[in-house]
């Protein structure tokens, strides 16, 4: 299995069990060789996979991000490990794995300040103010590296070489704390009106049950079930991607209805009497995509405002996997917001501080046409490159 992996096979009762993920998972690289004369220690390492946006100046910039940064100061180990993680494949740490896993001192809202506080110095566009970032679509794992304690100091076992650390004696990595062991939990794939096995792949975020047409996302007892809709196909679509349709308040804005968010943005659009009324909401792909695909396909769909129904589900085409959570299409509205206005000299600085808090929200099903490399919306006319929805889920 992956580290983005959520779904596998019992081999006993061949029942399909989900992986619920509201904590990093754990996961370790095996050393080549383990000596007769004791256990391997191994250090932890925070790893995050994903995309970050920023807000400076007045731009929204983007990146791609993929690093690992050590869990426990100790001096002389490495700081990351590199190309290692990508390169060597990742186990799961299980209660029965030998060898000793120290507990990082590192926490995790640490490490993800830390990651934001590099991108925002990096040299791109230094010199423009920081109003805010936003990590989206991430993968963060707490990966253990093997390690043996060799005289003063450590024995890489993944490199086969000596490190001369700062302060270490057997007696210090005695007293080090070790992290929980069987911290993994397991649900079964079934649904739990119709008692079915729900449609998903490896890396979903949302199970969908196709008998009773409902979906289902992991909570804290076991499955909760998540609003649905459809928008009207005039064609029979042979594609229908899942978007994120969420109302949502920002303190010190007001965005109830559509005219509000012409109001706010300052988009070339009359706000006419029948948008006074109609509330408004943020469309976002429940899916990953490249970060600046991700943006403009939010801006058209936002923008559009599509009607939607509580409808029965189509029964033509393949529905594409939901793997983007909700609390992440939640994070990414600011950035959304702040790329949506032309005004943007008088909308990022109230963008600065404002967190959006979730009203409503709902999957829904958008109809798509396949063509040889890409897929159109028909109604708005936009396109997405097929390639860049496999590029999405190696994200």
Known sequence: ???????????????????????????????????????????????????????????VLHRVVDTSVAGYPLKGLPYSLGLRPQAMRLRFLASDTPGRFIMPSLDLQAFLGRIGHGLSATPLRAELPLHGHAFIGETVTLIHT??????????????????PVDGVSLESLSSLQEVPRDT????????????RDLEAHKDSAVLLCT??????????GGFERVQTGVVESEEEAHLWLPFWRMEVEFEGLSLNSVADFIRFTGLPRIPLY??????FAFWVPAFKLHPHLFLRVSRQMTVAQLAEHEEDWPVSGEI????????????CLPILLADLSPAREAVFPRM????????KRRVVLVPFLRKPL??????????????????????
């Open 352 to 359: 600065k501080h404002a967190a959006p808090v979730g009203r």
């Open 274 to 279: 029948s948008v006074e009324t109609a509330p």
């Open 146 to 163: 093997p390690f043996f304690f060799n005289g003063d100091g450590l024995w890489d076992a993944l490199m086969d070489r000596f490190l």
């Open 374 to 395: 890409e897929i159109i919306q028909p109604r708005l006319g936009f396109s997405i490159p097929v390639s860049a929805l496999r590029f999405g889920r190696s994200l």
């Open 211 to 220: 008998s009773c047409q409902c979906a289902w996302e992991p909570g804290t």
């Open 320 to 331: 594409h996997p939901c793997c983007l959570p909700p609390g992440e299409a939640l994070e």
């Open 1 to 59: 299995m992956h580290e983005t992996d959520r779904l596998f096979s019992c081999l006993y009762c061949r029942v399909r069990l989900y992986l619920p993920s509201q904590t990093p998972f754990q996961c370790y690289i095996p050393p080549k060789t383990i000596p007769k004369d004791g256990l391997p220690l191994y250090m932890p390492y925070w790893r995050f996979r994903g995309v970050s946006y920023l807000r400076k100046g007045f731009q």
């Open 184 to 195: 993994l939990r397991f649900l079964a794939a079934l649904c739990p009106e119709c008692g």
